[in-house]
């Protein structure tokens, strides 16, 4: 086959110029990414191998290998392992297959500085790519384990590739970098240089467990004889899990969360696990300082990597940690498993459903403890990945409480601090019995939600909650230590405990006052609404709508209907506040006239108010843009 050249995919084109023009000032990490790369290739093929025996593939001695040619200023990572096919070099190599690549590159564009830059570039795979921050060429020749013909790909990472079939080519891969000139005073070493390799695997690739071995150059040595110089082997390949606490340092733990977490920043929160009898485990996890992109998309890859004796058998093993701790990365270690052990059968094994349950207890419990002892920490921590604990409330009833005492809430006690439920509950007056909060789409529109008035009105403090799973859980847990959870747009409430006698006789003749009008109103919207009834928490507003307690609020029922369920749609209650001028005004006019046509428009405009004033739309939005300017016009 003829070369043929390729143009890179438009994002991989933009992450290659910055890669080029170097947004990362510490350059070195092009050799962690690579020899990750390499030790990703080699645990794949051992696994191969062992799924299928009769592959054709050698793998008597994986390792990866670096080689320096300092005469032609190159250097080249090389591994054994399970190589790519022409097709596979095209679409792994070409593109970048991440479906947030460019709400990324948005945000990376608006990045102030340097460091935001860097963190935000550590979230996307651009492992590869970053050969092109010390290398003006690169060069990959591959042969897929099991196939004859190799591949190789050229770059100068200026928008193409070239890419050929090479007949020659050993099983796996190697990249081979044409190294810029060194530039130390921009942290571009001299990648030619032995001891610098040296340091730079020993910092970040100390615990791989394959072998990364250097060759020393034959003019770099002293021997004059013909035999091959003997390799040196430069990582200790200890499991960092296996080694005693006091003999890891932070250092080397952040740098294997970088390797298994694809990520370039340095993890929240590192926490050890080891258990011991009948099923013996260890697990290292990290929590995150960063949520990724896509913690949300429906193919967020989640869950830990699985060993067995220290031999990795699975990425992402999603049975050992609940689906709302997805966002934890780390390694467990067991004992006691087959290699060959499969997904399905993780699913239903009795010992790794008792791991993931002490597993799920340790990551809250670490939680717990960020929050006692550190509360910036924690802050980071809530912020990034509040919204995705939160679902834990819904589905892990077990862990309910446990979730429930890590959380926090924006609150109306405070512009910026969040709240937790115990911090609410001792801050409650006296006299409040329930637990008071309204969901919506920001801070801001929930509280200039009319349905906010009264509470304002009387200093009680309401949760403001903005996250879609907020609803649900609301809905789901229903108290807390005996305190009812309440939303402030739903079911009737009753503030005034104070001077009650007074109170229940005032309510009594207003509401005897307003009885025609409400009737009559119920009548003529009839279509959408269930109820029309005087409020008490309306200070400000004319109206407002409301749900039964036990409805289901509009934006629930979107979102069942979002994810395909039949749900009927609500009729909802519309409460006036019997203060206001223009509800007062409403019940003159509706006791002196006869012919009520004119009103009719009146109370439907009122009701279209209320459903604008909780960021809903009016059924017939032109209908109620006629009848407004109408009344405008008249009121000139
Ligand atoms: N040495 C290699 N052997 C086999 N496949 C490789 C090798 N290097 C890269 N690949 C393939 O190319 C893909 C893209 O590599 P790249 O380094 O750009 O991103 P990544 O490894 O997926 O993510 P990250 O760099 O964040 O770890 C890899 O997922 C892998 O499938």
Redesign the pocket.
Known sequence: MPTETFEFQVEARQLLQLMIHSVYSNKDVFLR??V???S??LD?LRLEKLWDDSLDADVSDLHIEIDIDSDARTLTVR?N????SYE?VGR??GTIANSGTASFLEELREAKDEAGAEGLIGQ??????SGFMVADEVTLV?RRAGERQGTRWTSRGEGTYQLETVDDAPQ??S?TLHLKPADPENQLHDYTSPWKIKEIIKRYSDFITWPIRMVPEASATDDKSDEAPEPETLNSMKALWARPRDEVSDDEYHELYKHIG?DWRDPLETIRLQAEGTFEYQALLFLPAHAPHDLFTRDFKRGVQLYVKRVFIMDDCEALLPPYLRFVKGVVDAADLSLNVSREILQQDRHIEMMRRRLTKKVLSTVKDMMTKDQDRYATFWREFGTVLKEGLVTDSENRDAILAVASFASTHHDTEPSTLKQYVERMKDGQDDIYYLTGESRQSIENSPHMEAFRDRGIEVLLLTDAVDEVWADAVGEYEGKKLRSVAKGRIDLDNEDEETLEGEKEKQTEEYAGLLGWMKEQLDEDIKEVRLSSRLTVSPACIVSDAQDLTPALENMYRAMGQEVPRAKRILELNPDHQLVKGLNQAYKEREDRTDLAATAELLHGLAVLAEGGRPKEPSRFVKLMADRLERAL
């Open positions: 990414e690579l990750s790369n390499g990703d290739a794949k591994d392992g399970i190589g790519m596979e792994l190599i996307f795979g651009v492992g590869f790519y591959t796996g891969t990249v694809h």
